[in-house]
């Protein structure tokens, strides 16, 4: 049979954790990111004819910023101040931290073709209470404006955190598919344990699940097969050859079930171990461009998944139409 293969990047620079932990250590890694980490990421990309999905963080593509009054506060228990209150105010040369206009014009204009979708605007926890519906309404508005300003159709989202939220609202500004939750070999009703059972099944180097798209609020949701962990702190030991198993086995039941290993992963994630960590996506763009051209594997964007899928709901549709 044949599988597909799709890969999403959450690209956020200091967007997607300064409300967990800001300092010193992110701003180094979402420099290097941006300077470093995207463009080596597109070039392994474009090297081996693979197409990705580039969930950015709006604000992070903008060519300077003034502020944001009008943006509807976010109330969160974890977080105290103003939304933007880490925000410079400025532009990538100054704060290439939070700005990354550059390499968002890399990705757009790549020599392989790439897929740019949106990762919200400012990284807010749309599935949390905190977030009221009129800020998610303006995030999702922000992003289309972006995807307008340079032409591009960015229908595919990402959720901050994979913590969905006003779904009809983000089908209503124009999005046509989600990533939604990762379909987990082991899972339970408790968040708590399978958060636990997820860091074993990389200890244990356990087969990801191979996935299918579903509609959900007239959104085409493509589930996550496996999140490429950081290698920083306690993640630093899982073992390399057991990030490259569950890849590999993830690929390899793809291809045996017909279905669709969804990889992601942080561009800024790989800032720690940098040469492992490229070293091991080198392997997977090889097997992955080997699977391809052997027409065992097909390499597909969330985009082009969702409308792959469509297509043959409409077909369905009218197949049952025309025998009834």
């Known amino acids: 049979m044949r599988g597909t293969f799709v890969l999403s990047l959450d690209t956020e620079l200091a967007w997607g954790s300064f409300d967990k932990s800001f300092g010193p250590k992110l701003v180094r890694a979402a420099q290097w990111e941006n300077r470093e980490g995207i463009p080596r990421l597109l070039d392994l990309l474009c090297g081996h004819h693979i197409s990705a999905t580039w969930a950015f963080v709006g604000h992070a593509t903008l060519d300077h910023c003034t502020g944001h009054p009008e943006m509807e506060p976010v109330g969160y228990d974890w977080y105290s101040g103003d939304w933007f209150q880490h925000d410079p105010a400025s532009d ?3 704060h290439p931290e939070w700005y990354a206009r550059s390499c968002f014009l890399k990705v757009l204009r790549a020599p392989y073709p790439q897929e740019i979708g949106f990762h919200s605007f400012s990284h807010v926890i749309f599935g949390n209470p905190g977030t009221p519906r009129k800020r998610a309404i303006q995030e ?3 992003c289309r404006a972006i995807a307008r300003e340079f032409e591009i159709q960015g229908d595919a989202f990402v959720f901050p955190r994979n913590r969905a939220g006003f779904l009809d609202e983000l089908r209503e500004a124009g999005f046509r ?7 987990s070999p082991i899972h339970t009703r408790y968040s708590a ?7 074993l099944a990389d200890f244990f180097a356990l087969a990801p699940l ?6 959900d609020h ?6 996550g097969s496996l999140m490429l962990r950081a290698m920083d702190g306690w993640r630093r030991l899982i073992p390399l050859r057991a990030r490259r198993a569950r890849i590999m086995k993830g690929i390899d039941r793809c291809i045996r079930e017909g279905a669709i290993f969804h990889l992601w992963l942080h561009p800024i994630n790989l800032y720690r171990e940098e040469g492992k960590m490229f070293e091991l996506l080198e392997e997977c763009c090889e097997c992955v461009s080997l699977l391809r051209d052997r027409g065992d594997l ?5 985009g082009e998944t969702a409308e792959k899928y469509l297509a043959s709901i409409e077909q369905g549709t009218k197949m049952i139409c025309a025998s009834a």
Do not use: C
Request: glycine share 6%; net charge positive.
């Open 92 to 94: 990538e040369l100054r």
């Open 140 to 142: 999702f508005a922000a």
């Open 177 to 183: 598919t989600i990533r939604a939750r990762d379909m």
């Open 193 to 199: 344990a399978n958060n636990v059972l997820g860091v």
């Open 210 to 215: 191979a996935v299918s798209p579903y509609l």
């Open 218 to 223: 007239g959104l085409v949701a493509l589930p």
């Open 298 to 302: 097909r390499v597909a964007t969330m």
